[in-house]
């Protein structure tokens, strides 16, 4: 990454809009999403306005209320101490960039905030989900050995809380990012240490196809906090980034991983 400064990256999302954007932020409270592309270097940044975030942990692109229009969604959702009564995704329109550089700074005045809330307990997450067959949105937990897989059906309130439904156990350790492909039929998650990948067929829903047993993804473990994971927007391969905050002296890269199927 150009900019080092950005030492807490966690979540990558690929544009659809703009033919090799990347979309990062900061694993840090009110924190921008980050304008960058394969190479890592500073395109800009995407401004809330009015929005206060506690401990973003994951971000995604995919459709949403609007038919034919792509929508960014950062993932307030992270909860280390299980204190907090409920988290938050906020929604916003993709917006076309023309010409990004270092000084580009987009000003969104008009996020939908998503506001859930688990069923009997506060947990820690850090992965997002969004289905873009069903538009519905998804959380896993972060949990050593485990993972719990919440549900927001759409359409997602933006006026009320929504009570999240548990519709999977996973035995997946301290997951830390996942993506779904544009076409939904293939799904990642991710750890520090280990990748998995599923392929999903016509009619399954994304619970189902998460019951199948994954295939390992090629990784080459050369992150220090591996945090993000996300597929192009070709399908052709997948991204993955780190953080560095508490290693001195590393480096932030961005990693990319050929799909071979």
Same mark, same amino acid.
């Given at each position: ?9 966690? *979540?990558?999302? /690929?544009?659809?809009? %703009? ?15 980050? @304008?960058?592309?394969?190479? *890592? ?22 459709? *949403?209320?609007?038919? #034919?229009?792509? &929508? ?7 909860? %280390? ?24 700074? @987009? ?16 947990? %820690?997450?850090?992965?997002?989900? @969004? ?7 998804? @959380? ?9 897989? &919440? ?50 067929? /016509? ?13 390992? /993804? ?30 001195? #002296? ?12």
């Amino acid at each position: 990454m150009q900019r080092q400064d950005y030492n807490e990256l966690s *979540g990558v999302a /690929a544009s659809v809009l %703009n033919s090799g954007i990347l979309y990062m932020h900061n694993d840090a409270k009110n924190s921008p999403v980050v @304008i960058t592309n394969a190479k *890592g270097e500073d395109l800009g940044k995407i401004v809330l306005e009015g929005v206060s975030t506690t401990n973003p942990e994951d971000i995604s692109v995919g459709p *949403g209320p609007e038919s #034919g229009k792509t &929508y960014i969604y950062l993932a307030d959702i992270g909860d %280390n101490k299980h204190t907090r009564t409920t988290v938050a995704v906020y929604r916003f329109e993709e917006p076309v960039l023309s010409n990004p550089n270092a000084q580009t700074e @987009i000003h969104i005045s008009n996020a939908a905030k998503i506001t859930l809330k688990y069923p009997s307990y506060a947990y %820690n997450a850090e992965t997002l989900l @969004i289905d873009p067959v069903t538009k519905d949105l998804f @959380i896993a937990t972060k949990e050593t050995a485990k993972s719990t897989l &919440y549900k927001a059906a759409y359409p997602q309130s933006t006026s009320a809380t929504i009570d999240l439904v548990s519709v999977l156990y996973m035995p997946f350790d301290l997951l830390t990012s996942g993506d779904v492909s544009v076409d939904g039929s293939a799904i990642l998650l991710r750890n520090k240490s280990q990748i998995w990948y599923w392929k999903r067929s /016509a009619g399954q829903s994304l619970a189902q196809a998460l019951l199948i047993a994954p295939e390992m /993804a090629p990784y080459a473990g050369n992150e220090y906090q591996g945090e993000g994971v996300g597929f192009a927007a070709d399908g052709s391969g997948y991204y993955t980034n780190t953080e560095i905050r508490d290693y001195p #002296g590393a480096v932030s890269n961005i990693s990319f991983y050929k799909r071979k199927k």
